[in-house]
């Protein structure tokens, strides 16, 4: 059985943003708006700065990092299409950062489709972005900054 990926709040909104993981078993990320934009900031002051679109994105792939790390080996992970038209890239952010961790995580266990609202993973990510559930884990911007400055 597959695990579902679905975010509330996007990165590049304002607010928290919560990941959840979830089939049988969940695992949940809460993002604290201060710690995005500390983030956010880090990465556009940075000696490369990068472009707004691309901090979002990267954020994002950081959370998947976060997610999927914790997934035992094998198995298949569907994230809902949250940015059409860049799951290429997002796909090959996660996996850049996975492949340091796990060289031979297989990168056809991850791929991008639709979450429904009815699915456990999106109620799970709802729940935590109105604070009606506890994060398993709450990213800082030391966290969120870590996986890419290596």
């Given at each position: 059985?597959?695990?579902?990926i ?93 492949w ?29 972005y ?21």
């Amino acid at each position: 059985m597959s695990y579902e990926i679905d975010q509330s709040n996007k990165i590049e909104s304002t607010g928290d943003t919560a990941l959840a993981m979830s089939n049988d078993e969940e695992y949940t990320i809460r993002i604290p708006s201060r710690e995005k934009r500390a983030a956010m900031d880090a990465l556009r002051y940075h000696p490369r700065g990068k472009r707004r679109k691309r901090v979002y994105l990267l954020l994002f792939a950081v959370g998947l990092y976060y997610l999927i790390r914790e997934l035992p080996a094998g198995e298949v992970v569907i994230v809902d299409t949250e940015y059409a038209g860049h799951e290429k890239s997002i796909k090959n952010m996660v996996l850049r950062m996975l492949w340091r961790d796990n060289p031979i995580f297989d990168a056809n266990d991850i791929s991008f489709g639709y979450v429904g609202k009815k699915s456990p993973a999106h109620k799970k990510a709802l729940a935590i972005y109105r604070k009606r559930a506890r994060a398993d884990r709450t990213l800082k911007a030391r966290d969120l900054l870590l996986p890419i400055t290596g």
